[in-house]
């Protein structure tokens, strides 16, 4: 089991920033992949961007050049760094964990960005 607590989430005006946290705990793969993905009212959840353990990482295209993944390997928690926030950012942000191994799978509970115009 892997458990993740996500935290960061916020109601920001647009323009602005936020980081978004997340700490995985429990029987983690040496190799792995974490991401955030966001699901907003009305909408599928969607990759937001992930980072594998070994440090490569992967964005959707509309958040190329604004948000940023980044990890800590030892500590296994990953940060997204939002910046220009824009309206249609808002959403519930959810971490995900894979194994590289096995490709279990865990999501976090999420957490609210509302982005205010």
């Known amino acids: 089991q892997v458990q993740l607590v996500e935290s960061g989430g916020d109601l920001v005006q647009a323009g602005t920033s936020l980081r978004l946290s997340c700490a995985a705990s429990?029987?983690?793969?040496?190799?792995?992949?974490m991401g955030w993905y966001r699901q907003a009212p009305g909408k599928q959840r969607e990759l937001v961007a992930t980072i594998t353990s070994g440090g490569t990482t992967n964005y959707a295209d509309s958040e190329k050049g604004r948000f940023t993944i980044s990890r800590d390997g030892a500590k296994n928690t990953v940060w997204l760094q939002m910046n220009s926030l824009k309206p249609e950012d808002t959403a519930v942000y959810y971490c995900?964990?894979?194994?590289?191994?096995?490709?279990?799978?865990?999501w976090g509970q999420g957490t609210q960005v509302t982005v205010s115009s």
């Open positions: 429990g029987s983690i793969s040496r190799l792995n992949v």
């Open positions: 995900n964990y894979r194994s590289l191994v096995s490709s279990t799978t865990y």
